[in-house]
């Protein structure tokens, strides 16, 4: 059955240069158009998801706390019991130390819905204060089909409307592919059905709001992310990105203060709806609003392999700075890291390098912000894995030190035989035989970076340090002086390849567009 | 050239397999069925025991009944359980053991004895062009019921078939003395694979024994030598201490009964359909009609007859039912032995043991619908016919996943092999010139096609899934609790009976 190999037909660039008969591995699963194809993924991807929501969730059996699955079902218990203005306030009913809901409004209706389907078939596991720590089978079993559905209802639509749009005017070699690496991206299926996350509702959003980007209808893409913004406040991480691309595009247009009103409306229109309960006073507004910020938690958290956390090993920036001088620190670095890419895609706003500065942005404010989760790195890893076709090598080493910075996470929610197990289905799909994914010619003339006599070196040193790190994660007990040891290695390997990975994505953002432009007016010329 | 073709196809059956293997691990906490208890034990038996008392204890009540090879099987197996954790084969303390370890550890060596079906598709479609063996690896390995029952379920499918496979791949290379000799090793290993000896049998006498008195009869000496050996190989043990009784007996435990608990699709459910449907007939006209002391809804059947009007049924009956289906492909077989017709026969010889036998396992219903799956890349009829009774059979197996946490699983294993089917299938039956032109052209046309009657059908299957997952239990509740597995019964039997008789047509035109 199963299709499994969505891989890649005809190599790319071979069958455009070989007259051979589409006698290809994978042509079979192909021939019947992108749709089909993507179908067949997607049920194969489902499967996959499926088989991992059987394994244990974050906080499974451990009292009093639990994890990530009980914050979930707790805030469905708030949302169907109480009248949505309590939802962020601390009350008698409402205990906010205890799980409060720290997400937006969308948040909370998405909790509500799946609360109300869970009330139906199995009332005690949302049924207020009662319902606190509640575990069993049924239970378990209801709230990861909530995100299985919300999987296949958010994220795979919208993953198809990426596809679709994307790969119009491209050779059709590479589609299939595509679509297995977007749908089997084993980060977010670890996350989402593993740890118990709902992900796929604002990574889908988003990428609905890109698509909408590609086909360019700016109003929709407006709604989409704001959407998303709604659902998570860390698909902020992309703002830059869209604001950035289209301000450029309005900028180019012939009444650009129109465009831009126009843009505004739909933000501010779709905000205002989502909002609504909470706009009645300023303060029920500020209150969500304080609630989605904890800048109370500090700067970094655990060990999360961005700037802050990897640097504090040598500087103590929890002592040497106030909470908010280090917002203001924070907040800055931020905003000079995304800088470039937002000046690019204002200067000269295109398709393929809104996608880079969805990149640069994203990771920029997983390298920079304030108070980042390992979880966070998706955001970044759902933009490479839209370029996946441009920097195939790239975005496999990118895959390999994301899901390892996610590994001593994953071994707490017990989640190594899917870890493993997916990291290797990853692997073979991103090589299926009869797939030759070549890296666009273009950049290796132009590019020096790869080329690098260090860049190896330091790449295979880093993957066997990182294997090595696995075992030893694994079977050694660390010293007690240094109980967090190999969490820390592990976040300073990572963090210094994504080091890498973010100057790379960066230079190819400004190289590539001079690339395009000089590329387009040939064209012209034509 | 060659040897680079055959290298990549190795290379691209490894990773169909690699690719399978990552939803099998993914797979180990399902839901597991008794069946993993009864190997545990068989390891406990075989580790702790001394071959004479095998076939005797019964400190659980699963003991051992497959024949002696698999006995020694499981004992390879379980010098390694004790690495992993000792108790897995301690006899007492291993009781329903469900730790960790011995979950990883059995559904390990599933996984692990699953080479042999890598080795047997190998070696089947080796010298086949790229697209059948991709489709061959795709419908083989990804069979949705191998899968559940295996990996889920808990059973050591693959590795009996695969060495299946490896048999009838040596049958079709002509070299039939080493067909012969794994199929006797098959047989040892699980005897409910002797449905298809006749077929064996009559080809191997036709084929390999029938040319010329002298060389003739000294293949017929060599291999009866060979397979006699096998057999002393496995059951001389037990002949030796005079234990072949006991043996025979766990093997062929005939008390049980017609049916199985949940009935297998064959012909039996149309047979007791009827007897109900006279009784009840009878009845309103006024006849005495005695109720049956055994029931067959009630579970577990016992000697008395089940059948109120219907003569009762007997082993010997279904055997020489089994027999007599199976004797027109064995004509056949006899009139003109072709090796390329040996795994199309075989296919049906299970397909009549399944229809007719005595207390068919749903399970069963793999012996045939794998080695059709070989059968099926041969023409466009067969991958028609492969088509639905490949869902059908899948679609017999869903009963044995009841709870709901494997719900989405089986579901969407089966909607991706039909879609796999479908995909590939279309593929191979697609115009080739039409295919050169489809950059332009929007839909392409195949010849592959699924006609109204087997689309009806297979719409009728998604209803009764429809009726007896969903709307039974909301309107009905646990009153006739039975009714659902007698409705998917019932409905798969029409499609296994249709699946024969195409069959039977397709073998003697």
């Known amino acids: 059955m199963p299709k499994k190999k969505p891989v890649n037909l005809p190599g790319d660039g071979t069958a455009a240069l070989l007259p051979v008969p589409p006698m290809d591995n994978w042509w079979w699963l192909s021939h019947k158009g992108t749709t089909t194809s993507f179908l067949c993924i997607s049920l194969f991807a489902l499967l996959i998801r499926s088989a991992v929501s059987m394994f244990p969730y974050s906080g499974a059996g451990t009292p009093p706390k639990f994890g990530d699955f009980e914050a979930q079902r707790h805030w469905m218990e708030i949302t169907t019991n109480l009248p949505a203005i309590d939802w962020y306030r601390n009350g008698t009913h409402n205990d906010l130390t205890y799980w409060g809901l720290d997400y937006p409004p969308l948040t909370a209706y998405q909790s509500y819905i799946h609360g109300i389907l869970l009330r139906v078939f199995n009332p005690e596991s949302v049924s207020l204060f009662s319902s606190r720590g509640h575990e069993s089978y049924h239970g378990k079993l209801l709230m990861r089909w909530t995100v299985l559905s919300s999987d296949a209802l958010i994220f795979f639509p919208a993953a198809l409307f990426f596809v679709l749009v994307y790969h119009r005017n491209r050779a059709k070699s590479g589609v299939a592919w595509h679509i297995a690496m977007i749908l089997l991206n084993p980060c977010l299926i670890l996350i989402d059905h593993g740890h118990f996350q709902y992900n796929c509702i604002s990574l889908g959003l988003t990428v609905g709001a890109i698509a909408a980007v590609l086909c360019g209808s700016e109003v929709l893409t407006c709604v989409f992310f704001s959407l998303a913004l709604s659902h998570k406040q860390m698909s902020a991480y992309f703002a830059p990105a869209f604001f950035s691309h289209l301000l450029g595009k309005c900028l180019r247009r012939k009444n650009p203060i129109l465009s831009v009103l126009k843009l505004g409306i739909a933000v501010i229109v779709t905000f205002v709806i989502v909002w609504w309960p909470y706009l009645h006073s300023v303060d029920d507004f500020l209150m969500v609003l304080s609630r989605l910020a904890p800048f109370e938690r500090g700067i970094y958290e655990d060990y999360v392999a961005n700037f802050w956390c990897t640097t504090s090993i040598l500087i103590k920036w929890k002592k040497l700075f106030t909470t908010p001088s280090l917002k203001s620190i924070s907040l800055a670095a931020t905003v000079l890291a995304s800088l470039p890419s937002m000046v690019q895609q204002i200067l000269s706003p295109s398709d393929e390098g809104f996608l880079y500065c969805l990149l640069n942005s994203s990771m920029a404010f997983y390298m920079f912000s304030f108070q980042v989760h390992e979880k966070s790195i998706l955001m970044p890893f759902l933009a490479a894995t839209l370029l996946a076709l441009k920097i195939p090598d790239h975005f496999n080493h990118l895959t390999y030190y994301a899901l390892f910075s996610m590994f001593p996470l994953l071994c707490r929610d017990k989640l190594l035989l899917p870890y493993l197990s997916l990291h290797l289905l990853f692997t073979l799909i991103y090589h299926s035989p009869g797939t030759q994914i070549t890296l666009p010619k273009t950049k290796a003339s132009s590019f020096s970076f790869t080329s690098f006599p260090g860049y190896r070196f330091l790449l295979r040193t880093h993957f066997f340090i990182s294997l090595f790190l696995h075992v030893v994660y694994l079977t050694i007990q660390p010293p007690q002086k240094y109980p967090f040891l190999f969490e820390a290695l592990i976040m300073i390997l990572c963090f210094s390849y994504f080091v890498m990975f973010a100057i790379f994505t960066n230079y190819t953002q400004w190289t590539f567009s001079s690339h395009f432009r000089s590329a387009d007016k040939e064209k012209k010329r034509i | ?509």
């Open chain 2, 1 to 509: 050239m060659d040897h680079h073709r055959n290298n990549d196809h190795r290379l691209h059956l490894l990773w169909f397999f690699a690719v399978s293997t990552t939803l099998k691990l993914l797979l180990i906490p399902s839901y597991r069925s008794t069946d993993f208890e009864v190997h545990r034990n068989w390891l406990a038996i075989t580790h702790s025991l001394p071959l004479t008392k095998w076939y005797f204890d019964e400190t659980s009540q699963w003991t051992l009944d497959y024949p002696p090879l698999f006995a020694h099987f499981e004992r390879f197996l379980s010098f390694f359980a004790p690495l992993v954790d000792p108790k897995i084969v301690n006899l007492h303390s291993g009781l329903d053991y469900s730790e960790d370890s011995v979950i990883y550890f059995q559904r390990i060596t599933v996984i692990v004895s699953d080479l042999s079906l890598f080795f047997g598709v190998y070696r089947l479609t080796r010298k086949l062009e790229t697209l059948k063996r991709n489709l061959i690896c795709a419908l083989v390995v990804w069979s949705p019921g191998l899968l559940v029952v295996d990996h889920v379920h808990f059973q050591y499918n693959g590795f009996l078939l695969g060495l299946l496979l490896v048999s009838v791949s040596f049958l079709g290379d002509g070299r039939d003395l080493v067909g012969g000799f794994l199929f006797a090793v098959v047989l040892c290993f699980k005897h409910l694979f002797a449905v298809a000896a006749p077929v064996y049998f009559v080809y191997l006498l036709r084929h390999y024994c029938w040319v010329g008195l002298v060389t003739g009869l000294r293949r017929l000496v060599t291999l009866g030598v060979v397979v006699v050996a096998v057999f002393v190989a496995a059951f001389g043990p037990f002949v030796y201490y005079g234990q072949i009784q006991q043996v025979i007996s766990r093997m062929f435990p005939f008390g049980r009964g017609l049916c199985h608990a949940y009935w297998a699709p064959n012909f039996w459910v149309f047979y007791i359909i009827l007897d109900k449907g006279l009784a009840f007939t009878l009845r309103k006209l006024g006849f005495d009609v005695q109720v049956p002391s055994a029931s067959f809804t009630g579970g577990l059947v016992g000697d008395s007859s089940p059948f109120a009007v219907l003569p009762q049924i007997t082993p010997l009956t279904t055997f020489a039912m089994v027999l007599l289906a199976i004797t027109p492909c064995l004509i056949k077989a006899w009139r003109k032995p072709q090796p390329g017709l040996v795994a199309r026969w075989i296919a049906y010889a299970y397909t009549c043991g399944f229809l007719f036998g005595w207390h068919v396992h749903e399970k069963a219903s793999l012996h045939f619908t794998i080695p059709l799956a070989i059968v099926a890349v041969q023409s466009l009829e067969d991958a028609k016919h492969y088509f639905l009774v490949s869902i059908v059979s899948s679609y017999s197996l869903f009963p044995l996943l009841y709870e709901p946490q494997e719900y989405p699983i089986k579901v969407l294993l089966l909607l991706l092999h039909a879609m796999v089917m479908w995909l590939g299938f279309s593929a191979q039956y697609t115009d080739e010139k039409a295919l050169k032109k489809k950059e332009k052209a929007g839909e392409i046309k195949s010849k592959f096609e699924i006609g109204f009657v087997e689309k009806a059908y297979l719409i009728g299957l998604v209803l009764v899934e429809i009726v007896s997952q969903f709307l039974h239990p909301y309107f009905l509740g646990d009153r006739f609790a039975f009714m659902p597995l007698m409705l998917i019964s019932t409905y798969c039997a029409v499609g296994i009976m249709y699946s024969w008789i195409w069959q039977l047509r397709r073998i003697l035109t």
